[in-house]
């Protein structure tokens, strides 16, 4: 009914409308009741889309998390406070305005100055139940034992994808870190298929994480801030070129809130960091995030 109301409204006004146009008897009162339908028009259509706006913000907001990682709200002059507490984002999912998870905290010093993936997931499994520890972790993870070399101008070393790369334990040799994919296998043998790799996915996924009360690990950078092109080199390795910074880093994300991702760090510099900012530089490492199902 409503549907069909706005499509007669919109047809009267633009008939009135071009009538005002052509004929010069009755022009102004003509013109009045072009503005007039339009006025129902335009009414009769936010009332329609009030009504069934559970069929379309759903696929708005799909799109939208497609496309775009960072919820920039600011850019629609709409405070994070008020997309945090009105907006829903993914059928029953809905941000909360605050998540705290109290996971525990283990630190890569002094015996692991490159290995804050596996320190993390320590705190990843440890908050899961599991009685595990970084040293055992470190030794089980998988490596990728490529030898460091320069040539003609181009670094040859490992590939994170395939194993930790280079020396964990000891900063005055070569050494990198390791990507999701070990991390995820390594995980496996603990956790099995409560083990979810959510590498490539939106951040909304990290989000619905630990809104379930699971805590997720993610590679990262050290500054928690998008990297200027030039924080970053290609290394040849076995399996072909490997983009990487040496500002890498690996975290525990715990919580957030409207203003701030809350992670336990490693490295103990810091505890949370700027939303948007922490997106950036997320999305930059190639959305790598790895989590396990609580029961």
Not at 140 to 163: L, R, S, V
Not at 193 to 198: E, G, I, R, T
Not at 202 to 216: A, D, I, T
Request: with cysteine; net charge positive.
């Amino acid at each position: 009914m409503i549907i069909s109301l706005f499509f007669f409204t919109l047809f009267m006004s633009i008939i009135l409308g071009i009538l005002a146009y052509k004929v010069k008897l009755f022009q102004k009162q003509l013109k009045l009741y072009s503005y007039l339908f339009t006025l129902c028009a335009a009414t009769l259509f936010l009332f329609f889309s009030y009504q069934h706006k559970q069929m379309w913000l759903p696929k708005i907001q799909s799109v939208l998390m497609g496309n775009q990682e960072i919820p920039t709200v600011s850019a629609m002059g709409v405070s994070n406070n008020d997309f945090f507490k009105d907006t829903p984002l993914i059928n029953d999912f809905i941000i909360q305005s605050t998540v705290q998870l109290q996971a525990p905290k283990v630190l890569q010093y002094p015996e692991l100055p490159r290995g804050c993936e596996v320190t993390s997931l320590t705190m990843l499994l440890q908050y899961s139940g599991f009685k595990v520890d970084k040293m055992t972790l470190a030794n089980q993870i998988a490596k990728d034992n490529t030898p460091y070399k320069k040539k003609n101008g181009k670094e040859y070393f490992g590939n994170p994808n395939d194993g930790f790369v280079g020396n964990m334990y000891d900063l005055t040799e070569p050494g990198y870190g390791v990507y999701h994919k070990p991390i995820a296998q390594l995980a496996e043998k603990y956790a099995g298929d409560k083990v979810k790799d959510l590498t490539g996915e939106s951040f909304y996924e990290v989000l619905k994480s630990l809104n379930n009360g699971q805590p997720v690990l993610v590679i990262i950078n050290a500054k928690y801030k998008k990297l200027p092109e030039s924080a970053f080199k290609t290394w040849q390795t076995p399996n072909g070129p490997v983009k990487i910074t040496m500002n890498e880093h690996a975290v525990l994300i715990t919580g957030y809130d409207e203003n701030y991702i809350y992670f336990n760090d490693p490295l103990n510099k810091t505890k949370k960091a700027p939303f948007d900012d922490f997106i950036d530089a997320w999305v930059q490492m190639g959305k790598q995030a790895i989590t396990i199902e609580q029961s």
